[in-house]
C-alpha cells in the first residue's frame, strides 16, 4: 500500500464548478499535512498547509481527518487557471515529506 | 528574493554516460533535498542535506548515483553511468527546516 494516495483524475469540470479532492495516508503518526500544485511541465509549489480544524484560504477549503487518516481539498468557483495537478504531501517524521501520485484537474470555459 | 536555480533544466545523453545537475538553494536555506519526478507520479526524495550532511539518502541508489554539498550551500547530484530508466525530471528543494520547501525548476533528463 502506498503512504499517500490519490486518485489520478482527470477531474474534468466546468467554469465555476465545486471540485473536491481526497486523499488517505497510511502512517497515523504522520504530523502535518500540504497540497502542493504543480502546473504541467512546472515545479510543485505550496498551495496551503492542512490543520486539524480545517483552514480555508479564498476559494480553497482544507481538512483533515485523522481518525480516518483522510485529508481533502475542496474548490469552489473553478477558474481556467486553477488547471493543474494537486499533490497531496505528508510529513511523515524528521522533515521527510511523501507526496501522492497528484489529482489532475481539468477546468473547461 | 532569488529561487532555487538549477542546471541544466534539460540533459539528453546516450545510456551509460555520466550526468551532473546543479543546484543552488534559496539564501539561508539550510536544507536541501534532491527528488526524482517520473511522468505521472509525485516526486521521490533520493537525498536530504542539513548543512553539508546528508541526512537522509535512504532511497538513493548509491550503486550509481551520488550528491555532494560540500559548503553546506551548492550542491550537485551525478549519476554513473545513467540507465535508460533514470529518465525523468530532478528536483531539488530548499527549506528553512520547517515544513515548506521551496522547489526549482527541475532539470528534465532523456538518456537515450
Known amino acids: 500500500r502506498k503512504e499517500v494516495e490519490q486518485d489520478p483524475g482527470p477531474f474534468n469540470v466546468p467554469e465555476g464548478a465545486t471540485v473536491a479532492f481526497n486523499c488517505t495516508y497510511s502512517?497515523?503518526?504522520?504530523?502535518?499535512f500540504f497540497w502542493y500544485r504543480q502546473d504541467c511541465r512546472k515545479e510543485p509549489k505550496l498551495l496551503m498547509s492542512v490543520y486539524s480544524s480545517g483552514n480555508e484560504d479564498g476559494r480553497f477549503t482544507a481538512q483533515l481527518n485523522r481518525a480516518s487518516q483522510y485529508i481533502s481539498l475542496l474548490i469552489r468557483d473553478s477558474k481556467l487557471s486553477d488547471s493543474a495537478t494537486y499533490l497531496c504531501?505528508?510529513?511523515?517524521?524528521?522533515?521527510?515529506?511523501?507526496f501522492g501520485t497528484g489529482t489532475r484537474l481539468l477546468v473547461s470555459p | 528574493e532569488a529561487g532555487v536555480v538549477q542546471s541544466p533544466r534539460y540533459k539528453i545523453i546516450e545510456k551509460k554516460q555520466p550526468v551532473a545537475f546543479w543546484c543552488n538553494p534559496i539564501s539561508g536555506h539550510n536544507t536541501l533535498y534532491w527528488y526524482l519526478q517520473n511522468l505521472g507520479q509525485g516526486p521521490e526524495l533520493l537525498i536530504r542535506y542539513e548543512n553539508e550532511e546528508a541526512v537522509d539518502d535512504s532511497q538513493l541508489p548509491k550503486d550509481r548515483f551520488s550528491a555532494e554539498r560540500l559548503k553546506g550551500v551548492d550542491s550537485t547530484l551525478k549519476i554513473q553511468p545513467a540507465e535508460l530508466g533514470d529518465s525523468a525530471v530532478y528536483l531539488c528543494?530548499?527549506?528553512?527546516?520547517?515544513?515548506?520547501?521551496?522547489f526549482g525548476p527541475g532539470t528534465r533528463l532523456t538518456v537515450l
Open positions: 504531501v505528508v510529513n511523515t517524521g524528521f522533515q521527510k515529506l511523501v
Open positions: 502512517n497515523s503518526a504522520s504530523q502535518s
Open positions: 528543494a530548499s527549506s528553512t527546516g520547517t515544513d515548506t520547501q521551496y
